[in-house]
């Protein structure tokens, strides 16, 4: 089957856009910025922005944009691809600290043990990044690179949460 030429021309308008994307992303670009181009619902940092970093909010707004018009032309060629909502944030430093307080509460078990309340508070690196979770499953939110997506922490949860895992009234 031959290719039109009108095709032919919409690929070539395609590798112009996917160069100039990541030539400017390249130009923005620094080692150790503090600002990176993340889905705003997952924190997957998808590609051409991967292991990129920015040093002003402005420079990885500009990044964000020229990332969605890359994945935006790279979705012509490949219908598959996979979609993200791109937005410019501080970078994720991947600090986290936790702390566990356990508690006995006024109940007791069937056996007659008192029963206890364990409460979890993960906190990151600036002021309003914190979790509190009290009797409930602790799981990993983080892997070795980035933030997990929700599908990961949910399955996560699901495998953790048991009857034995609930209150006894």
């Known amino acids: ?8 021309g ?24 503090e600002f ?24 990885a707004d500009c990044a964000c944009e020229a990332a969605r018009q890359y994945r935006e032309a790279l979705g012509t060629l490949d219908r598959s691809l ?7 944030s501080e970078r994720f430093t991947g600090s986290l600290e ?18 206890t309340r364990q409460t979890v508070t993960v906190a990151g690196d600036r002021n309003d990044e914190w979790l509190r979770i009290e009797n409930c499953p602790v799981v990993h939110l983080a892997g070795p690179d980035s933030l997990l997506d929700d599908e990961f922490v949910s399955r996560q949860l699901d495998s953790n949460v048991s009857s034995r895992n609930t209150p006894q009234e």
């Open 1 to 8: 089957m031959d290719r039109t030429e009108t095709e032919a």
């Open 10 to 33: 919409d690929e070539g308008g395609v590798k112009e856009t996917l160069e100039q994307a990541r030539r400017l992303i390249e130009e923005l670009s620094v080692p150790n910025g």
């Open 36 to 59: 990176a181009v993340v889905c705003k619902d997952t924190g997957v940092v998808p590609e051409p922005v991967t292991d990129a970093s920015f040093n002003s909010y402005e420079a």
């Open 82 to 88: 996979t979609r993200y909502d791109l937005v410019a």
């Open 98 to 115: 936790s702390s566990t307080v356990r508690e006995s509460i006024d109940r007791r078990r069937a056996n007659g043990l008192p029963q």
